[in-house]
């Protein structure tokens, strides 16, 4: 009755083990993919076309925040096909 106890419990521990060290393989293994992937990967750049301004109509004042926030939102809807050619204010 002892014996087979023995192998079970030795079965049991050999077996948690071999798990606990293949996940950490596999956890290590990411870490370091990533950090090879951040350090010697490079991003695509971007190429940003200058738009021709239209200097026939006035243009309102508008500040420099509101400007990013618009063209961010605008990149951000568009997936970066879209840019933008003209604000007004919508009365």
Do not use: C, D, H, W
């Not at 948690?16 to 956890?27: C, I, Q, W």
């Amino acid at each position: 009755m002892q014996e087979p106890l023995n192998t079970a419990l030795l079965v049991l521990v050999v077996g948690m083990l071999t798990v606990f060290t293949v996940l950490f393989l596999v956890v290590q293994t990411g870490r370091l993919l990533i950090y090879l992937v951040n350090t010697y990967g490079s991003a695509p750049r971007v190429i940003q076309k200058k738009q021709p301004r239209s200097t026939s109509m006035p243009q309102p004042e508008f500040s420099s925040s509101k400007i990013a926030a618009i063209v961010t939102a605008v990149e951000i809807a568009t997936q970066g096909k879209g840019s933008v050619t003209q604000i007004t204010k919508v009365k």
